[in-house]
């Protein structure tokens, strides 16, 4: 269960990193690349609260759960932000994409440490 | 070239642009049916009104609509009664009466040529498959007082399984009727723009909106533009499509007055006559679909034609015309007050839309005025029905993020300017970014970001109209970029030709 949440969770990094380059370079992301990277994002976090919540294991992960469930409601107000035509604060976005990669590095380390 | 009968048989108008700032009591933007019944109602009851219309009066949906004026309802009223329940559905054909009433008065009272005329309601089905919707609708009738008579057969020339006939409806050039009312509107207390176009609006405690040669400061503001221009919740409420029309001259046969809805259900066509001096038309419609979803557009011409063909002596068809409208989710309109304070809107009539925009003016002159009616807590614009809507709104909303995957990358209609073909416009990709590329006719290529200004989905080439429709919310824009309708404000964002891609 982990990993399929730790691939969905990647690829929606993957997709993260490439609209960033948008952002930075103030245009507009693509909102299908928006859409698909927020779903991958949304199931991974998903499939890791039912790993907390039904797992026998010591490690449930939850730290790893609240760092996403942090960058995902970043993502939501960008989303919302951008789908408005407002300006995205470039800080924002930024930040909601270090979120993710911390999330993923320490979910990563914790899977293989 | 696509054009309405009504607008080429209604008068032409000539009111002026606007430009210098004003201060009135109602801004009214948009001069269909429902901006200009609106301002008629306001400036008698002494408000000081602007009316703000980006084109010319009835230039939008009104004048491309099918002028018939009935109590029922497109969805049918059994629909409604088992959406809601029979109180509502009673109360929408009362007020949808009361509406048709009004119109036939201030035809009288005005003397407005625009052949209103009451004609009989028909509704059939060609194969039995439809014959229990038939008897739905007798029995809802029924329920509410409206005499149904069934019938074995049509004034026109269509085989039928079951029909059934309501008279006392009515019909008329809805474009003449808006220009003839717009002429009797107290000029004391109300001023028309044509061609101003609103392009913002600052909301605050007085609104401003801005044309391109002036403001208007104002209160209260009526989005009379169909659908709700700019970002309201409401549009994951209603749903755009088109529907396409066309009228025809006879070598022979007759033309019998009436309303014509066939029930069957994947073309959806209706008819209707159209007779004056200037000579007499056999109008069909239908093939309505999802605005910007479609491919060959023209098709659903050629389809409607066929069909006119094979039910009349048809000797040319001198008009056609498509147009747009918004089904709302829960089977009923909205109108009323918005999530903005002053802000005012009328949407998601569905095709019974003149009718509603009549009603809708009804309800503005009481709310703007103060006063208490008597159907606007139906029809309330911020109303929550969320297991009325539920079905239509999981489905259409899911439908929009589907549009959103289209701007993927690598997901055009063409690689290079060449493939664009003259006439024709394609979704190309060009820096990482959607390009909308039209080649005129003489080869000129025009080049916008193919993102609609409204809320960033993919626009779609529309060949029959020419024109750029978004299939999210509905917004069309000109093949050179400019807003045909739909709430977006902004034209597409132009780009420069010069690129690498025309290689
Ligand atoms: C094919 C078809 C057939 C139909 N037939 C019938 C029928 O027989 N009976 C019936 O009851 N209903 C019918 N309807 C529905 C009906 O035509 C519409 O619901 C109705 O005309 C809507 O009127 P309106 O005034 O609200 O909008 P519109 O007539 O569309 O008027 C809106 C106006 O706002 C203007 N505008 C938009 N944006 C701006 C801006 N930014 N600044 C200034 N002006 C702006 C537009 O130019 C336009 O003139 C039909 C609809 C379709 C699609």
Redesign the interface.
């Known amino acids: 269960m982990v990993l399929t949440a730790i691939i969905l969770i990647s690829l929606a990094v993957i997709l993260g990193l490439?609209m960033i380059k948008?952002v930075l370079q103030k245009?507009?992301p693509?909102?299908?690349?928006?859409?698909?990277h927020g779903t991958l994002a949304a199931l991974g976090i998903l499939i890791l609260l039912i790993y907390a919540l039904t797992t026998s294991e010591h490690h449930k992960h939850w730290d790893s759960f609240a760092i996403f469930f942090t960058a995902a409601i970043g993502g939501i107000y960008l989303f919302s932000k951008?789908?408005?035509?407002k300006n995205i604060p470039v800080w924002v976005a930024v930040v909601h994409g270090a979120i993710g990669l911390t999330g993923l590095g320490w979910i990563l380390y914790h899977v293989t440490g | 070239m696509t054009r309405s009968l009504w607008k080429a048989k209604a008068q032409k108008t000539n009111y002026p642009a606007l430009k210098n700032n004003i201060t009135v009591d109602v801004a009214i933007v948009g001069g269909g049916i429902t901006g200009i019944t609106s301002a008629y109602f306001l400036a008698k009851e002494g408000k000081k009104v602007a009316v703000l219309e980006s084109h010319e009066l009835a230039g939008g949906t009104t004048g491309d609509s099918t002028g018939n004026l009935y109590k029922m309802v497109d969805k049918r009223l059994h629909h409604i009664q088992s959406k809601w329940d029979e109180k509502t559905a009673r109360a929408v054909a009362e007020s949808r009466a009361a509406a048709v009433d009004l119109i036939e008065n201030l035809v009288k009272e005005h003397e407005i040529k625009c052949d209103f005329k009451r004609v009989p309601w028909y509704l059939f089905s060609e194969t039995n498959k439809k014959d229990e919707t038939i008897e739905k609708e007798i029995i809802t009738a029924k329920d509410y007082g409206i005499k149904a008579d069934t019938l074995q057969e049509l004034p026109i020339p269509v085989q039928v399984s079951s029909a059934i006939k309501v008279e006392g409806q009515a019909q008329f050039n809805p474009a003449a009727f808006v220009r003839g009312l717009a002429e009797k509107i107290d000029s004391e207390n109300c001023h028309i723009y044509e061609h101003t176009n609103v392009h913002h609006i600052e909301k605050g405690e007085d609104h401003v909106l801005s044309t391109q040669h002036g403001t208007v400061t104002a209160k209260k503001v009526i989005l009379a533009t169909h659908s709700p221009k700019g970002?309201y919740p409401v549009q994951t409420a209603i749903y755009p499509h088109r529907e396409y029309a066309i009228a025809a001259k006879l070598n022979s046969g007759d033309y019998p007055d009436g309303i014509y809805w066939d029930t069957e259900a994947t073309f959806h066509t209706s008819m209707r006559t159209f007779k004056n001096h200037t000579g007499n038309y056999v109008l069909v419609l239908g093939g309505h679909h999802k605005v910007g979803q479609e491919d060959n557009y023209e098709r659903f011409f050629e389809k409607l034609e066929q069909h006119a063909r094979k039910l009349f002596d048809v000797a040319e068809i001198e008009y056609k015309w498509s147009a747009q409208h918004y089904k709302p989710a829960d089977g009923l309109p909205y109108i009323g007050e918005s999530s903005d304070d002053g802000i005012y809107f009328a949407t998601g009539f569905s095709t019974d839309g003149l009718t509603y925009g009549v009603l809708s003016a009804m309800i503005f002159k009481d709310l703007l005025s103060g006063r208490e009616n008597e159907w606007a807590e139906l029809y309330k614009a911020k109303r929550f029905t969320p297991i009325k809507s539920a079905k239509n709104y999981i489905k259409e909303n899911i439908n929009v993020?589907k549009q959103?995957?289209?701007?993927?990358?690598g997901?055009a209609e063409a690689e290079r300017f060449y493939e664009v073909g003259i006439g024709e416009g394609k979704v190309v990709e060009v820096d990482?970014?959607?390009w909308a590329v039209y080649k005129d006719e003489t080869g000129q290529v025009h080049c916008h970001s193919a993102?609609c200004?409204h809320?960033?989905?993919i626009v779609d080439w529309n060949d029959a109209e020419k024109s750029w429709d978004c299939p999210c919310h509905g917004s069309r824009f000109e093949a050179t970029g400019d807003v045909i309708e739909g709430p977006a404000f902004s034209p597409l964002d132009k780009r420069d030709v010069k690129s690498r891609k025309d290689s």
Do not use: Q, S, W
């Open positions: 490439y948008f245009k507009n693509p909102k299908g690349v928006a859409i698909v951008d789908i408005r035509h | 970002i993020a959103y995957l289209k701007d993927l990358p997901k990482d970014e959607k993102v200004t809320m960033d989905c």
